[in-house]
Nanobody, 126 residues
Framework: QVQLVESGGGLVQAGGSLRLSCAASERTFSNYAMGWFRQAPGKEREFVAALTWTGSSTYYANSVKGRFIISRENAKNTVYLQMNSLVPEDTAVYYC???????????????????WGQGTQVTVSS
């Protein structure tokens, strides 16, 4: 399994922006599809965004579409989540995930991934 380390979380006011980063240990990072999920207190982990290993296809939850952008930089073994126009409902622990197996719609589910990071807290104040 690939080791993943998230960074970039923090406290931001509503309407602000944050960029999360996820660094992967695997030299074959470019072979992995990548995703971001989040989990708010008392709620299940939910899909946020995903990116195929080529970067040619992206997937977004309806709640973040038009506000968040997922991207990857294979030369740095890193995937990013640019979060704009943040709202308090975006408050959660954000997790990075890697998939060496699945593609397509499976990338919008937790079952589609075989490696997870430890998470980074994002708090949006009103």
């Amino acid at each position: 399994q690939v080791q993943l380390v998230e960074s970039g979380g923090g406290l931001v006011q509503a309407g602000g922006s944050l960029r999360l980063s996820c660094a992967a240990s695997e030299r074959t990072f470019s072979n992995y599809a990548m995703g971001w999920f989040r989990q708010a207190p008392g709620k299940e982990r939910e899909f946020v965004a995903a990116l195929t290993w080529t970067g040619s296809s992206t997937y977004y939850a309806n709640s973040v579409k038009g506000r968040f952008i997922i991207s990857r930089e294979n030369a740095k073994n890193t995937v990013y989540l640019q979060m704009n126009s943040l709202v308090p409902e975006d408050t959660a622990v954000y997790y990075c995930a890697a998939s060496s197996i699945y593609a397509g719609v499976m990338l919008t589910t937790t079952r589609g991934y075989n490696s997870w990071g430890q998470g980074t807290q994002v708090t949006v104040s009103s």
